[in-house]
């Protein structure tokens, strides 16, 4: 079983929709929870994180985290044809602080 | 700040020639990564430095991987000999602090191996 796991996609969205990202781990003991965007070509980048259960809200992005159920999503709203890319999950844990990252969601969003 | 630095942005190397790939981390961070990416498998961790030591490198894929960090602001990632499934995006990442904090990666290293 993966550290972490996603659907590779892609998920295809017309543009001003929301998409929803979704993202599962399996160490119970991950304490910090990301989400990096990978355009084509180029490094991926940090977009949000959260710690704790509940929703963590950044602009048009909402992280959520159910840590019983070890569960991790991303909500792009009012989505963007820019926000095309690769939408990567990881965890960590802070004894460790090893990343381990899914293999990411490919984002389309149609105009 | 510059940024995580990496060199050489590109390389094509024959099969069986050393490959040595360069890492500068943000001044400041502890800690250092080094990741492998392919579309098979993803991002991959192969090692990672603490204030330079080792820490950890269970994903190094075999011996003819090894790794360096003779000081704060210098890594290196040799594959010897290589091969043509070495073929990959290379990151170097760094991060700040101990406490899950944000990795900050370099623009990566393009490895072909022929």
């Known amino acids: 079983q993966k550290e972490v796991e996603q659907n590779s996609g892609p998920l295809s969205v017309p543009e001003g929709a929301i998409a929803s990202l979704n993202c599962t781990y399996s160490?119970?003991?991950?304490?910090?929870f990301f989400w990096y965007r990978q355009y084509s070509g180029k490094s991926p980048e940090l977009i949000m994180f959260?710690?704790?259960?509940g929703d963590k809200e950044d602009g048009r992005f909402t992280a959520q985290l159910n840590k019983a159920s070890q569960y991790v999503s991303l909500l792009i709203r009012d989505s963007q044809p820019s926000d095309s890319a690769t939408y990567l999950c990881?965890?960590?844990?802070?004894?460790?602080?090893?990343?381990?990252f899914g293999s990411g969601t490919k984002l389309n969003v149609k105009p | 700040d510059a940024g995580v630095i990496q060199s050489p942005r590109h390389e094509v190397t024959e099969m069986g020639q050393e490959v040595t790939l360069r890492c500068k981390p943000i001044?400041?961070?502890?800690?250092l990564f080094w990741y492998r990416q392919t579309m098979m498998r993803g991002l991959e961790l192969l090692i990672y430095?603490?204030?330079?030591?080792?820490?950890?490198d269970s994903g190094m894929p075999e011996d003819r991987f090894s790794a360096k960090m003779p000081n704060a602001s210098f890594s290196t990632l040799k594959i010897q000999p290589s091969e043509p499934r070495d073929s990959a995006v290379y990151f170097c990442?760094?991060?700040?602090?101990?406490?899950?904090?944000?990795?900050?990666f370099g623009e990566g290293s393009r490895l072909t191996v022929l």
């Open positions: 990442a760094s991060s700040p602090d101990r406490g899950g904090g944000e990795l900050f």
């Open positions: 160490d119970r003991g991950s304490q910090s």
């Open positions: 959260i710690y704790s259960n």
């Open positions: 990881a965890v960590n844990r802070y004894n460790f602080n090893k990343f381990y």
């Open positions: 001044s400041g961070h502890d800690y």
């Open positions: 430095f603490n204030n330079n030591v080792p820490i950890d």
